[in-house]
């Protein structure tokens, strides 16, 4: 197995633990025993709990931007609320169901790294684009589309928290129900700023 390979086993498990345990679980010897790796490995990798953080805010920026990429989200012409609200209710649900732990993971470590500027600030904008809702604002003719991209992304990362960890954390992801749900809540905002 190559260093590279090693290093992301490395952060998927530390992902998984701080998903399924809690952030008190992130220890080298943790990962270690989950992977069944000789004691001090995740160490020789990650020298420090930091450096093994970093690496996890890495993983799950670069994982956001591919999977946002695939996905292809770009509005359709001419724009209409209704769908592109159905666009990117069924991403959020793919989300939701493919990358849960990340998420939890995500919203657990924005939590902890409040005291740390760069590494806050970079999880905090590792999953949704203001940049690209602002391009939807903008091609949608919206007044302020910088206020109300920001004004979508707040909503969706509360939708989101309130999907694996809230009073809607019941409803199944993949399935048209939890679709539908997110469509219904997407599309009241984006008529709603619709000119």
Same mark, same amino acid.
């Given at each position: 197995?190559?260093?590279?390979?090693?290093? /992301?086993?490395?952060?998927?498990?530390?992902?998984?633990?701080?998903?399924?345990?809690?952030? !008190?679980?992130?220890?080298?010897?943790?990962?270690?025993?989950?992977?069944?790796?000789?004691?001090?490995?995740?160490?020789?990798?990650?020298?420090?709990?930091?450096?093994?953080?970093?690496?996890?805010?890495?993983?799950?920026?670069?994982?956001?931007?591919?999977?946002?990429?695939?996905?292809?989200?770009?509005?359709?012409?001419?724009?209409?609320?209704?769908?592109? /609200?159905?666009?990117?209710?069924?991403?959020?649900?793919?989300?939701?169901?493919? !990358?849960?732990?990340?998420?939890?993971?995500?919203?657990?470590?924005?939590?902890?790294?409040?005291?740390?500027?760069?590494?806050?600030? !970079?999880?905090?904008?590792?999953?949704?684009?203001?940049? !690209?809702?602002?391009?939807?604002?903008?091609?949608?003719?919206?007044?302020?589309?910088?206020?109300?991209?920001?004004?979508?992304?707040?909503?969706?990362?509360?939708?989101?928290?309130?999907?694996?960890?809230?009073?809607?954390?019941?409803?199944?992801?993949?399935?048209?129900?939890?679709?539908?749900?997110?469509?219904?809540?997407?599309?009241?905002?984006?008529?709603?700023?619709?000119?």
């Amino acid at each position: 197995m190559s260093t590279t390979d090693r290093r /992301a086993l490395i952060v998927d498990a530390a992902i998984e633990l701080i998903a399924t345990q809690g952030i !008190r679980a992130l220890t080298h010897r943790r990962i270690d025993a989950a992977l069944g790796l000789p004691a001090g490995s995740a160490s020789y990798y990650f020298r420090t709990k930091r450096a093994l953080i970093e690496a996890i805010v890495d993983r799950i920026t670069a994982r956001s931007r591919a999977d946002f990429s695939a996905a292809q989200l770009a509005p359709a012409e001419p724009l209409d609320p209704d769908t592109t /609200a159905r666009g990117i209710a069924s991403w959020l649900d793919r989300l939701l169901d493919a !990358r849960r732990n990340h998420l939890i993971a995500r919203h657990t470590l924005i939590l902890e790294l409040l005291s740390d500027p760069d590494l806050h600030a !970079r999880l905090a904008r590792s999953l949704f684009s203001t940049e !690209r809702a602002r391009e939807l604002f903008h091609a949608m003719g919206c007044v302020d589309p910088s206020t109300t991209a920001a004004d979508f992304v707040a909503l969706i990362e509360g939708a989101v928290f309130d999907r694996f960890a809230g009073s809607r954390a019941d409803l199944a992801p993949g399935t048209p129900e939890s679709v539908r749900q997110l469509s219904t809540m997407l599309g009241v905002f984006l008529r709603g700023v619709s000119p």
